[in-house]
C-alpha cells in the first residue's frame, strides 16, 4: 500500500536543484517541452511557484502567476481570456513514483499558495494531441473543469484548457 507523502517533504526548487530537475523534465518532453539547464532556469526565475520532491527528482510543479513575463501560447491564452490566476506550467511525477498522491500533495500546496496570494482560480492545459488521458482526469478528479479548446506549435499539438475556482 502506497504512503502519502509528508507535506514537510515539498520544498522549493531554486537554480541549484536543475541537474535533479532536468532528467525528469526532459523524460516527460512530451507532454510538457524539452528544457536546457538556461530554459530551465529562466522558468524558475519567473516562476510564483516552484516545488518539488527531491529536490525535483521525483516530482515537480511550476506555477506563475498572471503577471508573469512569460512567453507562452497557452499562458497568453489564459492571459486574455481570465483575470487574476495561478497558471500550472508543469507537473511531473517520476514513473516510478506514481501513485503515491504526489500530484495531489502538489497540487494542494499550489491551491493553498494561490489562494493566501490573493487568487480566485489556478489554471492549466492538458494535451489532447497527443493525447495525455492520466493528466486530464487527474486534473478532472482534483475539481478542474474544462474551458476552452486550442491547436498550437503550427498545428501539431492540441489542448484543452481547464481551471480549479478556489
Do not use: C, M, Q
Given at each position: 500500500m502506497s504512503q502519502s507523502p509528508r507535506s514537510d517533504s515539498i520544498r522549493d526548487l531554486t537554480l541549484a536543484d536543475i541537474p535533479f530537475m532536468l532528467p525528469l523534465?526532459?523524460?516527460?518532453?512530451k507532454e510538457t517541452s524539452f528544457l536546457d539547464e538556461r530554459s530551465l532556469a529562466a522558468l524558475l526565475n519567473m516562476a510564483r511557484y516552484a516545488r518539488g520532491i527531491d529536490r525535483g527528482?521525483?516530482?515537480?510543479?511550476?506555477?506563475?502567476?498572471?503577471?508573469?513575463?512569460?512567453?507562452?501560447?497557452?499562458?497568453?491564452?489564459?492571459?486574455?481570456?481570465?483575470?487574476?490566476?495561478?497558471?500550472?506550467?508543469?507537473?511531473?511525477?517520476?514513473?516510478?513514483a506514481r501513485g503515491q498522491g504526489l500530484a495531489k500533495s502538489l497540487y494542494q500546496d499550489l491551491l493553498s499558495v494561490a489562494k493566501q496570494a490573493g487568487h480566485d482560480r489556478v489554471v492549466c492545459e492538458v494535451n489532447i494531441e497527443p493525447p495525455n488521458p492520466p493528466s486530464e482526469a487527474f486534473h478532472i478528479a482534483m475539481g478542474f473543469v474544462a474551458i476552452g479548446e486550442a491547436t498550437i506549435h503550427n498545428g501539431s499539438k492540441s489542448v484543452r484548457y481547464f481551471e480549479k475556482a478556489l
Open positions: 523534465n526532459n523524460a516527460h518532453a527528482a521525483t516530482a515537480l510543479l511550476i506555477a506563475f502567476e498572471h503577471t508573469a513575463g512569460y512567453v507562452n501560447e497557452n499562458f497568453n491564452w489564459f492571459k486574455a481570456n481570465r483575470g487574476s490566476f495561478f497558471y500550472v506550467d508543469r507537473v511531473i511525477i517520476s514513473s516510478a
